[in-house]
């Protein structure tokens, strides 16, 4: 019995972790201008998201693919509505998490960052097909919140990976620095 206390203090932390990397993300994608990111739709909508011709500039914007250099929108697009889809329901988040492991899939295996970047990208794709199988196993229809403190998240390797494998937590940070500019507003 004396364990129980100390396995669930460390689960809270490591929730206490994942909250926090969802916070930050939410954070950060919150105080982007309205029109940058429309407001999700019920139905589908051929003017939901405009065509790339009819918002391509005429000079790439930064951080887009240009002479070989790696196109990031779609894994940070993908981060933010999973961020985002955290305060939903379950439904929400699936379809999130699948556009996360489509998008990290796109850029595996990653060359033009640091070694430790890469290995946690790999840990990343693993943790999102981790979490889509857990993600299924509830009512599309449930509230995230309602299942955040399950045992089958508190216990899954996914979140063993966000609070203990410091590649995967160096792959964060470069998301995070990558998809907003700076770490937490530098």
């Not at 790696?70 to 699936?94: I, P, S």
């Not at 590649?167 to 530098?186: K, M, N, P, R, V």
Request: hydrophobic share 40%.
């Amino acid at each position: 019995m004396s364990l129980r206390p100390t396995r669930r203090g460390a689960h809270a932390r490591t929730a206490l972790v994942l909250c926090a990397v969802g916070t930050v993300l939410t954070g950060c994608s919150a105080g982007q201008d309205a029109a940058a990111s429309p407001a999700p739709s019920d139905s589908p909508s051929a003017t939901a998201t405009p065509s790339p011709a009819a918002t391509t500039p005429s000079t790439p914007p930064s951080g887009a693919a240009t002479g070989g250099t790696a196109d990031y929108t779609e894994l940070c697009d993908a981060n933010r509505e999973a961020a985002a889809a955290k305060a939903g329901t379950v439904g929400q988040d699936l379809a999130a998490a699948h556009r996360q492991a489509d998008a990290i899939a796109a850029l595996l295996p990653m060359t033009e960052v640091s070694p430790e970047v890469t290995a946690g990208a790999t840990v990343f794709a693993d943790s999102t097909a981790e979490l889509i199988g857990i993600l299924e196993q509830y009512p599309a229809d449930t509230a995230v919140v309602d299942i955040a403190l399950d045992d089958a998240l508190l216990q899954s390797q996914a979140l063993e990976s966000v609070a203990t494998n410091t590649d995967y937590q160096a792959f964060i940070a470069w998301t995070i620095e990558t998809c907003f500019g700076t770490i937490l507003g530098e």
